[in-house]
């Protein structure tokens, strides 16, 4: 007689409790909830996902909009600053005798009375400049001239808009070096004022100045023989006008 273990025989009554299609619909069913469980976390997931998602783009978004405004308000004020340039640089210079422009007014008395220093011998030259947008055709009409500290000299420069249309030119100056532009006095001048050219129009522009005898007692102006005068146009806006007291 054979004898069974009694792990064995446990072995065997299970399978006789549950046979094969009994098993295999509990795999099924195991399977079908696992399948109803999964969707629902990935669907959770994706939509928490989603939300995120929908978080970072508004929020890349709201700095887009924000970095556009700045841009925009840097703009709109380089704008304001440009049309602002010239007057400012004007009142500043011409009030401090800074960068080389002679200081605003000057004094016919001082003109008519002061005395030439006639050992002090200064080459002035004369240079022009326009910029990338004006269209005219502008030049000193002589390279340099010899004037002494305390005389009076006379130049001329001449502007021509080849173009068929109407242009408006306003012009800044500037004298090298830097230092004498406080001795650098102007009588008449076309700068800083509008100057209206016809098509195919050609003007002279004369600049009537003097340099003031003190730039003889001026240390540092001890080795400065030589005085740059230059000019650079830019094409102006009709009306645009910059009205500024002590300056003729």
Known sequence: MLLLRPSFCRCIRTLHCNPPRMLHFQAQQHLLKLQRRLPQRLLTQTRSRSKNFRGQEEEWRSRNKTTLTYIAAAGVGMIGLSYAAVPLYRLYCQATGLGGTAVAGHDMEQVATMKPV????????????????MQWNFRPQQTEIYVVPGETALAFYRAKNPTDKPIIGISTYNVVPFDAGQYFNKIQCFCFEEQWLNPHEEVDMPVFFYIDPEFDEDPRMARVDTITLSYTFFEAKPGQKLPLPGYS
Not at 123 to 129: L, S
């Open 118 to 133: 006639k050992e002090r011998v200064i080459k002035v030259m004369f240079n022009a400049d326009t910029h990338a947008s």
